[in-house]
């Protein structure tokens, strides 16, 4: 039977998203996760490939501002709900589904598509490289201290249901929002994933609690979290589950974290998704009894790798010339001149000897400024073909900041 991609209508949307729960192990999610991805669907913007009335493949893409080195918010496709039937796999499926969307994407005028990786097998191929990393820890709160910054004892904690303080928490998030590369601005409705809290997924946590940090009567800091109580030997061994923190100076982020460390019955404060470099990691007493981990966190494709570079600053004055392979979207293969620095940058067609010669995979990677073109270069990623361009590129794409994604889509 033939096959047939099209733009998904709403009238499909529960047979669209029913193939996505299938290629996700079958489990039907819970209602309420089921519901806010229904309300947060742009349908003009996913995609579903149909034999006869059967789908067989799902695709979408958010519209986002993805905040670039330098703090400019870049329109971004934020590729999403990815899946084909396992009956329909090595068939093209997926190919016929990239290929629609970034030629979408970069019609929509988007010089940037994000995605989180179920399989980071998957889509190198693409032209998607991972940009981001994320920090995992599982810390012995009953060994480990913190060293707090002054002020902290300022700062009022004030406890409160998550959707009663929703408004504060955003408002807080956004203002940090331009400061680090990789997060996202949130657009209406957004503000409800944060709250997303399924009872029948809490595995024998508290519901979702909120503290907010105040000083003179503004909030300046939130965490949101969950405590699952355990017991061993009659001994409290309890958890603290951290979903989401953020604060707008030093003493608050303390004042949050002691909040975390010093609740009672609790042994263990588990964090699933930080920043390489966050400041927890300079208040403790011992990072070994932390448990750090660091995974993989968003890849990044340059749809229009001309525009793309534009939108960054770059740390250090660069002027190279990029040989840039991109079998996928070919409109980026070629020579670029890249001329920048701390105030803004210039990126166009040339025709002059190329200093570096790379895939848009690994400009994908390098864009955020958290992975290094110089450590792409010693596994055989980037070829330097000026002495010197190498180490003049990688010092400009850096930042002063790791780049983090702060939550799934």
């Not at 033939?2 to 998203?17: A, G, S």
């Not at 994320?134 to 002020?151: C, H, K, Y």
């Not at 907010?212 to 017991?231: C, H, I, M, N």
Request: hydrophobic letters at 40%; a negative charge.
């Amino acid at each position: 039977m033939t096959m047939e991609l099209r733009v998904l209508r709403p009238d499909e949307w529960d047979r669209w998203y029913g193939q996505l729960e299938l290629a996700f192990g079958g489990v039907p999610e819970a209602p309420e996760e089921r519901e806010l991805w229904h309300a947060l669907t742009e349908y003009k913007r996913s995609l579903g490939v149909w034999e006869g009335d059967t789908c067989v493949g799902t695709a979408g893409a958010f519209t986002f501002r993805l905040t670039v080195p330098g703090g400019a918010s870049v329109p971004t496709a934020g590729v999403t709900m990815v899946s084909v039937a396992p009956t329909h796999r090595r068939q093209g499926v997926l190919t016929s589904m990239m290929r629609r969307q970034l030629d979408d994407v970069r019609a929509w005028g988007e010089p940037l598509a994000v995605l989180t990786a179920s399989e980071p097998a998957i889509y190198g191929r693409f032209g998607y490289g991972c940009a981001t990393r994320q920090l995992r820890a599982e810390i012995d709160t009953e060994r480990v201290r913190l060293s707090l910054p002054p002020g902290t004892d300022d700062v009022r904690l004030r406890l409160a249901a998550p959707a009663d303080v929703s408004a504060e928490c955003e408002a807080v998030y956004a203002r940090l929002v331009p400061e680090r590369p990789g997060m996202l601005a949130r657009r209406p409705g957004w503000e409800r994933l944060p709250l997303l809290d399924p009872p029948g997924e809490r595995e024998g946590a508290s519901p979702l609690r909120c503290v907010l940090a105040e000083r003179d009567g503004e909030a300046v800091g939130y965490a949101l979290y969950a405590t699952k109580p355990e017991w061993r030997a009659s001994v409290p061994d309890g958890t603290v589950q951290l979903r989401d923190i953020g604060a707008l100076d030093p003493a608050a982020y303390g004042a949050l974290w002691r909040h975390l460390f010093s609740l009672d019955l609790m042994s263990t404060l588990t964090v699933v998704d930080r920043p390489v470099d966050d400041t927890w990691q300079y208040l403790v007493s011992d990072v070994r009894r932390c448990g750090t981990r660091v995974r993989d966190g968003l890849y990044v494709r340059l749809v229009e790798l001309g525009a793309a570079l534009e939108a960054r600053t770059y740390q250090a004055p660069v002027d190279v010339v990029l040989e840039v392979e991109d079998a996928f979207c070919p409109w980026n293969t070629g020579r670029w001149r890249l001329s920048g620095d701390a105030k803004g940058a210039v990126c166009s067609r040339t025709r002059d000897t190329p200093d570096l010669a790379l895939s848009v995979r690994e400009l994908g990677a390098a864009y955020l400024g958290g992975e290094s073109l110089a450590s792409l270069a010693a596994a055989g990623r980037v070829q330097e073909l000026r002495r010197g361009a190498l180490a003049e590129a990688s010092a400009a794409f850096g930042s002063a900041v790791a780049p983090w994604l702060p939550h799934g889509f």
